[in-house]
């Protein structure tokens, strides 16, 4: 694999950083306590051509790879991490659909998911189905969908949701838009300790009617598709995870410069080095990480899913410990309620559990392994 991106791509993450600077980071903490309306500012990014980074040219997107999503969420995840977990329901959706979907399926929802017209999101789990997806209760009888959805991604402004169910005791995955009659009920919705610009909600379905061309289907069987919408999912999500490290290793940098104590800068100890040193390596070990599990997706695909678990385990795992040591470094100044270090820290911890926890990153390799 080569490691260092394209001239183009370079380009383009100029783009990014300077989106995540001027649009996302005067917004942040409020999307974060959403006094900023979450799908206000996605159409905003649309409006960019964003949320249609990895749709085809052919269907209105940009063309672009899921790499090229993963460089958009590192720079906005310097900002705003919890878009990581919006935009990767989004981006696994549209992942999902150019894999799987059909022609027809493509033609119509694609453009809509590239303009920002529409949301996509995953509709796996359930009270008793999370990790456990294969045990998921809702089922298609008759062409009609009932069953509830918890930790819906944008469950509450989501115009396509792409549901596990079981028909005739099966794992199937179909394609719904968002009824408009009482098939389709929005529960309550859960707030996160971290990554809070997200809208997770809780979901009902009610014989909502399943076209039987909204069926996804494939060579591969429900569960490798469940799989690798999870795998794409947690790809994005660890791009934020890389953006939250890089910023939380500036913020300690910068603090470690300016701070005065003894008479001299704190950075001048070796305590306060080495602390950096780890971080700084953490990051960049995990970049690479993030950036091979993206571009596996279609250069070794065999290896996709491995790639993905991997990146998201080491991604989570090192932002949740260096984001620690960042605020250890920055003292009393980086534990300020509404500083942006202390929601990087609930970020980061809410990171090793959302789209899949570590343990579950740890099963999904060792199967991997064949062991």
């Given at each position: 694999m080569n490691t260092f991106l394209s001239t183009a791509q370079e380009t383009q993450v100029e783009q990014y950083r300077a989106f995540a600077?001027?649009?996302v980071a005067p917004v942040a903490a409020k999307l974060a306590s959403h006094e900023v309306c979450l799908k206000e500012f996605?159409?905003?990014?649309?409006?960019?051509?964003?949320l249609g980074i990895n749709v085809p040219k052919e269907y209105g997107g940009q063309g672009g790879s899921l790499l090229d999503v993963a460089l958009f969420i590192e720079a906005v995840g310097?900002?705003?991490p919890g878009l990581g977990l919006t935009i990767g329901d989004h981006a696994a959706v549209i992942e999902l659909l150019k894999r799987y979907g059909t022609d027809q399926q493509k033609s119509r929802y694609?453009?809509?998911?590239?303009?920002g017209e529409g949301f996509g999101t995953l509709a796996f789990s359930e009270e008793n189905a999370g990790t456990d997806f294969e045990a998921v209760s809702s089922t298609v009888e008759n062409g009609?969908?009932?069953g509830k959805k918890t930790w819906v991604v944008t469950g509450d402004f989501a115009t396509l949701f792409v549901v596990l169910a079981k028909e005739g005791g099966n794992l199937v995955l179909s394609l719904v838009e968002r009824p408009s009659d009482s098939s389709f009920k929005l529960l309550r919705e859960r707030p996160l300790m971290g990554l809070?610009?997200?809208y997770i909600n809780d979901i009902e379905f009610a014989k909502a009617k399943i076209p039987t061309e909204c069926k996804i289907t494939g060579n591969d069987t429900a569960?490798?598709?469940v799989l690798f919408a999870m795998s794409v999912a947690k790809i994005i999500l660890a791009a934020a995870g890389l953006g939250l490290m890089e910023q939380a290793c500036d913020q300690a940098v910068k603090h470690a410069r300016e701070r005065q104590q003894f008479g001299v800068n704190i950075g001048t100890f070796q305590g306060v080095q080495w602390k950096l040193a780890d971080l700084a390596v953490d990051a960049t070990g995990s970049r690479l990480q993030v950036y091979r599990a993206a571009w596996s997706i279609d250069q070794q695909p065999e290896n996709f899913i491995?790639?993905?678990a991997m990146c998201k385990l080491q991604t989570a795992r090192a932002a949740r410990f260096q984001t620690g040591e960042a605020l250890q470094i920055m003292g009393a100044s980086g534990i300020v309620e509404d500083g942006i270090m202390a929601r990087f820290y609930d970020d980061a911890k809410v990171m090793e559990i959302a789209q899949g926890t570590s343990e579950f990153q740890k099963m999904v390799i060792t199967k991997q392994l064949n062991i």
């Open positions: 600077s001027e649009i996605l159409q905003q990014a649309a409006q960019k051509g964003y310097h900002q705003e694609l453009p809509t998911l590239a303009r009609m969908l009932t809070r610009s997200a569960r490798e598709m491995r790639y993905a």
